[in-house]
């Protein structure tokens, strides 16, 4: 997505994807510490988790490196799963609690696009830089945010895919599951770095952002 590394247009997307960035992490770690605080574990107000402050969830080198490679992490809830009534359920409600926050930001920014081409002529947007720059930033909204719900459906550790998984696997193949939990990281880091990922996403990604996009043709 960035351009060629600390060129102008490198600049000029990372500025633009900076707040995009910093709300994406949040509200996905926010929403993981909360439906984990809701379901029993206490121990998410304790570390103060229970906040969409994106300094009390960025990893300052999963940040960086998005910036540098296209690929960044925040820092993780870990939750107390002792303190769940349903173990399994209550993990995989947890894991879903923060792709389905990148969801209902994708749709947030979606309607704020809706509005702004509404009121906003194709002629304001060819001479106005400010306006032009605000359509990129709020589709910029859309797109970065359903990238998150598409990667970490991915069943790959430590991708919240893989904790929803584990929920619904049988206790037969927990050593599988412990397996997983030691390569997975390296999957994903050659997926990432081969390009496999994209092949993997892209189709995943067109079919949201499409469904999201309805919008424009049921009120043309």
Sequence with gaps: MLGELFSPVWWQQSLLLLPLLLMSFAYHEYAHALVAYRLGDSSQKEKGRLTTNPFKHINLLGFLAFFLTGFGWAKAVRTDNSAFKNPKRDLALVALSGPFANLLLAVFFNILLFLF????????????????????????????????????????PPLDGSRVLYSILPSSLLNSVYLLERIGPYILIFLVFSGVIGRILNPIIDFLITGLFLIYRVFQ
């Design 117 to 156: 081409r509404l009121f906003v002529s194709e002629a304001a947007l060819k001479t106005s830089m400010f306006l032009a720059i605000t359509e990129v930033f709020l589709f910029y909204g859309i797109y970065f945010n359903i990238v998150q719900v598409a990667l970490n459906l991915l069943p790959i």
